[in-house]
Nanobody, 121 residues
Framework: QVQLVESGGGLVQAGGSLRLSCAAS????????MGWYRQAPEKQRELVAS???????NYADSVKGRFTVSRDNAKNTVYLQMNSLKPEDTAVYYC???????????????WGQGTQVTVSS
């Protein structure tokens, strides 16, 4: 089994900062891309930021310059540093990881349970 456990969400005022963490555990051979998605009420889930195993990053236009994604490969952990938060960043944030469980296996996407981020104006 593979688990992704997120932490770090909460309530913050506009302009503030939060740091999300997501640790993958279980039967893991390797992890390629890790990332963060978010889903606001009545909206579709959208990509916020992703990072490959060698550190290449990708960001949604709406968060460029404010959010930074990073990872610690030794700990199978991905982080999302969120600065200059805005009310429109309010959403449930989900961690995602593309994981290979054995050398002979195909990769699969795994998701965390989600963590609420609320930004008050």
């Amino acid at each position: 089994q593979v688990q992704l456990v997120e932490s770090g969400g909460g309530l913050v005022q506009a302009g503030g900062s939060l740091r999300l963490s997501c640790a993958a555990s279980g039967s893991i051979f390797s992890i390629s891309t890790m990332g963060w998605y978010r889903q606001a009420p009545e909206k579709q889930r959208e990509l916020v930021a992703s990072i490959t195993s060698v550190g290449s990053t990708n960001y949604a236009d709406s968060v460029k310059g404010r959010f930074t994604v990073s990872r610690d490969n030794a700990k199978n952990t991905v982080y999302l540093q969120m600065n200059s938060l805005k009310p429109e960043d309010t959403a449930v944030y989900y961690c995602n990881a593309n994981i290979i469980r054995a050398a002979w296996a195909r990769s699969n996407d795994y998701w965390g349970q989600g963590t609420q981020v609320t930004v008050s104006s």
